[in-house]
């Protein structure tokens, strides 16, 4: 399998790849590479028009085809990238992804899974997020042998958690990752910089009281899960709002949206936290972190943070395929467990498995193959492939 996602900080087109296999109700996933390869630049700006859409998808769709088809597989697996979010009153509308399937299967030869979350949101859930799913089959059993909770963080543009208790799983987006952050960035350098890199603006600035109050006031934070959110709420345009009648340096306005992450996201995790996505390699914040949290990496466990979320992408496109459910309506609010996505021909008729009728309870992380960067490949183990 591979997977490919575009997040909503759009930093970069992840890619993994994956083998996947069935061992009775549990999903066998064996990491073989992931890498990221750079997001167009001139691809950044949302589209206004129906004719800026459709460039976006076509363009983005070639964008994925040329990463795509530098790796090997079965099938291909696509979150695509999300340019709309439509939440009103809590519930979730509508979600637009784009990165046009076709041109990834032109390209490759091979059949592709993509639209994966608008089913979820037809069936009334939130269709995010999709961690979840991954995150729920995943440490299950680590929070049993734990004895206590665990949470799954990733910190992208939006932080989102999958929580795993004895009492079940819940999901949701616990408000900004890096999307404050980067949009603070890209104006205060007058675009040439999207990030914080390292935490260098916010270890040398101090947390501004007033604007922090300012920021923890919204309330999406009191909602209740299941819930969503997006850059369609936490923008630039959101941060001028929030900032009108304030001056700081650029420093304590860096210090002070890191710190609205690290206090939303500690307010919500539960037992061992887990964490990936670009957020984690933040320093600042993750020191900040760790000092709320029992934070540990999920390469600890096994599946690298730096691919974490292109390996879900792949493991959504193998449930798809053998026609298992893909969504965990606890976690998005959706009315039951739906198969999810749509998939795309390759270069050949498409012959699907037989549907797998055995519910699957369960993920393991095989021994890990090739490593991002190189050559050769270990032996995975002796499940089928895909």
Not at 96 to 105: D, K, M, N, S, Y
Not at 151 to 176: F, M, R
Not at 205 to 234: I, Q, W
Not at 304 to 312: C, D, H, V
Request: glycine content about 12%; aromatic content about 4%.
């Amino acid at each position: 399998m591979i997977g490919l996602i575009s997040g909503t900080s759009m930093d970069a087109i992840d890619v993994a790849v994956a083998d996947l296999s069935l061992d009775g109700p549990t999903v066998v996933l064996t990491p073989v590479e992931h890498a990221e390869h750079p997001f167009p630049e001139d691809l950044r700006e949302p589209p206004t028009s129906a004719a800026e859409l459709c460039a976006l998808d076509t363009r983005l769709g070639r964008a994925f085809a040329a990463v795509a088809v530098r790796y090997r597989g079965d099938l291909v697996s696509s979150l695509g990238q999300t340019v709309h979010h439509w939440v009103e009153d809590g519930r979730c509308l509508g979600t637009l992804q784009v990165g046009q399937p076709a041109w990834i299967a032109e390209a490759t030869g091979l059949p592709v899974v993509s639209d994966l979350r608008v089913r979820d949101v037809a069936a009334g859930g939130h269709g995010a997020p999709l961690a979840s799913t991954l995150d729920a089959l995943w440490l299950a059993g680590f929070a049993e042998d734990q004895g206590r909770p665990a949470t799954a963080l990733n910190i992208g543009g939006i932080a989102n958690i999958t929580k795993v208790s004895p009492e079940g799983v819940i999901a949701y987006d616990t408000g900004p990752g890096n999307a404050l952050m980067d949009a603070a960035m890209t104006v205060l350098s007058g675009g040439l910089r999207n990030q914080d890199t390292d935490g260098e603006f916010a270890r040398r600035g101090n947390v501004h009281a007033e604007l922090l109050d300012r920021l923890l006031a919204d309330p999406y934070y009191a909602r209740t899960a299941p819930k969503s959110t997006g850059k369609e709420h936490f923008n630039r345009a959101y941060l001028d709002r929030v900032t009108e009648g304030l001056t700081m340096p650029a420093e304590d306005l860096l210090a002070t949206l890191t710190e609205l992450t690290v206090r939303t996201i500690a307010a919500e995790c539960e037992g061992t936290v887990i964490g990936s996505g670009g957020g984690m390699r933040n320093p600042v914040l993750v020191e900040s972190l760790s000092r709320h949290v029992d934070l540990r990496t999920s390469d600890e466990l096994g599946l690298p943070a730096a691919g974490k979320e292109a390996y879900l992408a792949a493991l959504l496109g193998f449930l798809t395929w053998h026609g298992l459910p893909a969504n965990v309506p606890s976690a998005t609010g959706a009315a039951g467990p739906r198969p999810l996505g749509s998939i795309t021909p390759g270069r050949y008729p498409l012959r699907l498995p037989e549907p797998v009728i055995t519910a699957v309870t369960g993920l393991t992380i095989g021994r890990r193959g090739r490593r991002s960067g190189q050559e050769g490949q270990e032996d995975g183990g002796d499940h089928a492939r895909t």
